[in-house]
């Protein structure tokens, strides 16, 4: 990989895990760095989903693949975030 897909990796990956952060309600205690590399997996696992359903590739913004990205972000920051936290609530 040269140096600008990595670069380019790590600014997708800010932008959809920051994206991801701002869906899910609440403070997160999650790192940037962690932040970053959910919204990395996040945008792989995304594309890979719109691939499959057959939504990628449309002329400009690829919005379902965009809110999938997003989507998955969120769902990877909450597991973090309340794994990081443990489990408070009253049995």
């Known amino acids: 990989m040269e140096i600008t897909g990595l670069i380019s990796a790590l600014l997708i990956g800010a932008f959809i895990g920051g994206l991801g952060r701002l869906v899910v309600p609440g403070r997160q205690h999650v790192s940037l760095l962690t932040t970053i590399l ?3 997996a996040a945008a792989l696992l995304g594309t890979a989903a719109a691939t499959v359903l057959g939504v990628a590739d449309t002329a400009g913004i ?3 693949e965009l809110a999938l990205q997003v989507g ?12 990081r936290v443990g489990s408070k609530a009253p049995h």
């Open 38 to 40: 959910v919204g990395i």
């Open 62 to 64: 690829d919005w379902i």
């Open 72 to 83: 998955l972000a969120g769902a990877g920051v909450t597991v973090l975030a309340n794994r």
